[in-house]
């Protein structure tokens, strides 16, 4: 539920503490006046956009100032026609490949730099588990989740 995760990011990353140890995030990219995020969807690509700090499906928490971009409009627009092809609604894995991933590359391709890595450490953590299970989660669909179950 919301207030669970919520106090597991206040503990594990308190917004106002110097160091931070991971949470459970949405994460999503403003630019242009646009916040681009990446989430599970039945058919199409999984990227879309709202309003800066208007995801209706999630609760903001903190703004992390990148660089500016020194990408045109246009050429931000060609690298997310790119990522749209890249990221499908049917891609999203809850550890694996989440809109951490997508922001996380997003931002290297505006040439702004990475996520802290605080951002998307405990997803890292839980598919480095994963990946000690082998093919348990093949066989009992272990995390066949949506990003709603996060919300």
């Not at 995760?5 to 917004?15: C, D, E, G």
Request: glycine share 12%.
């Amino acid at each position: 539920n919301d207030s669970g995760v919520q106090w597991v990011n206040s503990v594990l990353a308190h917004r106002l503490s110097p160091v931070k140890f991971g949470g459970i995030f949405h994460v999503g990219v403003e630019v242009f006046g646009k916040e681009w995020w990446y989430g599970a969807c039945p058919v199409g690509t999984g990227v879309s956009w709202n309003a800066p700090k208007e995801q209706e499906q999630h609760h903001f928490r903190e703004t992390i100032a990148m660089p500016p971009t020194r990408l045109s409009q246009v050429e931000v627009g060609a690298v997310l026609r790119l990522l749209q092809l890249e990221y499908s609604g049917r891609g999203y894995h809850l550890l694996r490949r989440n809109c951490c991933h997508f922001a996380s590359e997003f931002c290297q391709r505006l040439g702004v730099g990475d996520l802290p890595a605080w951002v998307g450490r405990l997803a890292a953590v839980g598919s480095s588990a994963l990946q000690g299970l082998g093919s348990l989660e093949e066989q009992v669909g272990l995390l066949q989740l949506s990003r709603s179950v996060l919300a």
